[in-house]
């Protein structure tokens, strides 16, 4: 199975990073190299993982960085920029960090590399991230390199800092929890663990030139989806459907007074876009079992050892 090989996960602090390093420890994987710019969620993941390398570095820099890359039999190319009120941070984190990540990769002749790519380079969505992860695919399979490129939909699991569990914890602290208009947006979520699954079947069998979508084999509108939650984390908030508009203008408000806000405007525009993804079979092509929805929020949500881990933003 070759568990001793070196592998390299970008953004390794992030959702898919600190669960992907949980499953591959489970699997017995020895040899991890996690790097991460952010202090806190790095700090976190070296704490929940003592034998893990863990690298706090900006990719986006030329750095130390680099050198950890001899040796490494793949590469998770994970790092992202999500959100942001700016342009730069996208083209710092999505597409300069990419670069030089590519660089160092060619430069140590990393034979596999898994991108984590995302859906919305097929949505109608035209924004920042949209763009920048359009661009940043691009790269990776412009490389050189031996790229397989995966496009997960909206994810959720442990360690989820943004979407479902940013909204969980507002859930929990709020006399009610507003949705945008009628809340009947289509959504495709995604089990992050399933997911990382995903991920460790193309560490074990390499899948160089190919491009998957990967979409929640469940379709659930955004108002139900938020209904599940609640029944998962068991709180009482009422769930309120308020005017689009009136929803969009107090996310613009909030923007004000935080330049970093979970959820945005733009965001928002993207959430109500009526879009359905395409669902392949992944279950058989990666040979990995889905988790039911209303599973994968218990264990999400009630797990004793992860779910109340809260990554910073």
């Known amino acids: ?12 602090a992030g959702l898919v990073g600190q669960n992907l390093i949980q499953r591959l420890t489970t699997r017995g994987y020895e040899r991890i190299v996690a790097i991460d710019k952010h202090p806190r969620n790095s700090a976190t993941l070296a704490r929940l993982n003592s034998h893990v390398e ?55 002749a990393v034979p596999n590399v898994v991108h984590i790519s995302s859906s919305v380079v097929h949505s109608l969505a035209r924004d920042f991230y949209t763009e920048s992860k359009k ?11 031996s790229v397989c490129v995966l496009r997960p939909t909206l994810m959720f699991g442990w360690f989820d800092r943004k979407h479902l569990g940013w909204l969980s914890r507002f859930m929990a602290r709020a006399p009610v929890f507003p949705v945008p208009g009628d809340g ?25 030139g190919k491009c998957f979508n990967i979409s929640g084999q469940e379709k659930i509108d955004y108002i139900d989806l938020i209904k599940a939650v609640k029944a998962a984390t068991k709180v009482r ?48 092509i990666f040979g990995v079992r889905p988790t039911p929805l209303p599973e994968a929020l218990r264990r999400t949500f009630q797990d004793p050892t992860y779910s109340n881990v809260a990554l910073e933003f």
């Open 237 to 284: 908030t009422p769930v309120v459907c308020i005017p689009y508009r009136l929803f969009w203008l107090l996310l613009k408000a909030y923007a004000l007074v935080d330049k970093n806000p979970p959820f945005t405007a733009s965001q928002l525009e993207a959430l109500v876009i009526p879009e359905e993804f395409e669902i392949i079979d992944w279950p058989k």
């Open 54 to 108: 863990v690298i706090e570095a900006d990719l986006a820099k030329p750095g130390n960085w680099e050198a950890t890359f001899a040796g490494a039999e793949t590469l998770v190319l994970n790092h992202a920029q999500i959100s942001a009120l700016e342009e730069k941070p996208f083209l710092d984190n999505n597409i300069r960090a990419t670069e030089h990540v590519i660089s160092a990769a060619l430069r140590h």
């Open 135 to 145: 661009q940043q695919e691009d790269l990776a399979l412009n490389s050189g390199l």
């Open 1 to 12: 199975m070759g568990f001793d090989r070196k592998i390299i996960i970008t953004g390794g």
């Open 184 to 208: 009947r947006y289509f959504r495709q979520p995604l089990f992050v663990g399933d997911f990382c699954d995903i991920v460790i079947a193309c560490i074990e069998k390499p899948m160089p």
